[in-house]
């Protein structure tokens, strides 16, 4: 049990709120509402801030309902896009759901009994039941146009000159009803979000106050950003996702891990339950040893647990130590198929017949004619640098040139050749 609002403002996680917010909480336990669309079949960690602020909510002895928007989904929401999102079909959407339900069953609890268990639901439940003729006289008559022009989200995307559709502007208005219906059916008075919904969230206030004479309450968190000011949650290759399938956990891990002190100072509040004491203790010994990264190892550490568990969490570690520290063949050994390709992904390939892999000699002859070349140009080449001590095969040093080939295959089909401090290759005998 914590206070909420002083548990987010340290956390740096408070952006605005209504008036009176805090006295409501005060009063004995509330419930609240966050919304996920389900624009894609996982989320990603830009959705984690959302997730989070649910967790302190349930923490602090409060109820909380995650929303997953599949009637919202269909439309997309306008706010602070430049353009009009593309339409899902039914189907996909409710794939789509299926698995945010179950990703978000990681944060949060829904045991059966609990006096403040979490809720799922979903949009479509209550929205699939209106006709157009029926919402628009029974709630659009209580949102004036003005009222809803006036909101930041649609005057940007006038001002920028790329217009609005119709469906994109109706979408504050059912994002509204939403609040309204869970006022209504589940007492839930408050709503979150990110800071670029705070024009919807209070749409649905202002829903509920002309529809019902109610009070309710908005609260919304800061938009992440990066030090540099780029985006948060990118890279190369794209966004970070919480599907294993999507963002292997070894990248995951390394995501936090390459983070810049500056940046780790703050996402150890936010995306972690880390009490204070404890990150301001953390933060002390980092600032002691900088080259240490011991945020970044915590962030990396506690993010990873919660997303992926423990097995995952070490395979991420060992992998990590392969390329970046020490490490033995047996923690090679032990990566999986997945996490050992990630590790090396982008390293030079030779492939190698089986047959033609227990037919061969010796190393000599493996790292440079079997090879084709990509590791080794020539016998004489290969022959130097393994009696110089240079190379090693399987986290193995190779000693002799002419000895005999008895390394067991990783993940039964390749071997890990390294040259030198940093060149690795990789040959799949198949």
Not at 22 to 40: C, K, M, V
Not at 160 to 188: A, M
Not at 221 to 232: M, R
Not at 342 to 351: I, L, S, T, Y
Request: net charge negative.
């Amino acid at each position: 049990m914590n206070n909420f609002i002083e548990e987010l403002r340290w956390r740096g996680m408070l952006q605005d709120m209504t008036p009176e917010i805090e006295e409501h909480l005060n009063q004995g336990t509330a419930s609240a509402y966050l919304g996920f669309d389900p624009t894609a079949d996982s989320l990603h960690i830009g959705h984690l801030v959302g997730v989070m602020t649910l967790l302190h909510f349930q923490r602090a002895g409060h109820k909380p309902f995650a929303l997953v928007g599949g009637a919202t989904g269909m439309i997309g929401d306008p706010s602070f896009k430049s353009a009009e999102r593309n339409l899902l079909d039914k189907p996909t959407l409710d794939h789509n759901v299926s698995c945010l339900q179950k990703q978000l069953a990681k944060f949060l609890d829904f045991t059966e009994g609990a006096a403040n268990k979490a809720e799922l639901v979903n949009n479509h439940d209550w929205m699939s039941q209106f006709s157009f003729l029926e919402f628009i006289r029974d709630v659009g008559k209580h949102i004036t146009v003005n009222y809803m022009m006036a909101k930041d989200s649609v005057k940007r995307r006038l001002e920028d000159g790329n217009g609005l559709s119709f469906t994109e502007f109706s979408y504050q208005l059912i994002q509204g009803y939403d609040f309204f219906h869970l006022w209504k059916n589940e007492g839930v008075s408050i709503q979150l979000g990110g800071s670029d919904q705070w024009g919807n969230i209070v749409t649905g206030t202002e829903m509920i106050r002309k529809m019902a004479g109610g009070s309710a309450y908005a609260l919304t968190v800061p938009l992440i950003t990066k030090a540099d000011g780029s985006k948060f949650g990118k890279t190369e290759g794209g966004s970070v996702w919480l599907d294993p399938e999507k963002t292997s956990p070894y990248a995951f891990y390394q995501f936090w891990l390459n983070v810049s002190d500056e940046d780790a100072a703050k996402y150890i509040r936010i995306f972690t339950t880390l009490g204070r004491e404890t990150i301001e203790s953390i933060e002390k010994e980092h600032a002691e040893a900088p080259h240490m990264r011991l945020l970044q190892k915590e962030i990396a550490k506690q993010v990873t647990l919660m997303v992926h568990g423990e097995k995952e969490y070490e395979m991420a570690v060992k992998a990590s130590s392969i390329l970046f520290g020490k490490s033995s063949t047996e923690d090679l050994a032990a990566l999986d198929e997945r996490t050992f390709l990630q590790v090396f992904d982008g390293v030079p390939q030779a492939k190698l017949s089986k047959s033609d892999f227990e037919a061969t000699p010796n190393v000599v002859d493996l790292l440079s004619e079997k090879a084709s070349g990509i590791i080794f140009t020539s016998k004489g080449e290969a022959r130097k640098m393994i009696q110089g001590g240079g190379v090693s095969i399987n986290k193995e040093k190779l000693a002799d040139p002419n000895g005999e080939i008895k390394f067991d295959l990783l993940q039964g089909k390749y071997l890990l050749v390294q040259k030198g401090k940093k060149n690795y290759y990789i040959m799949e005998i198949q």
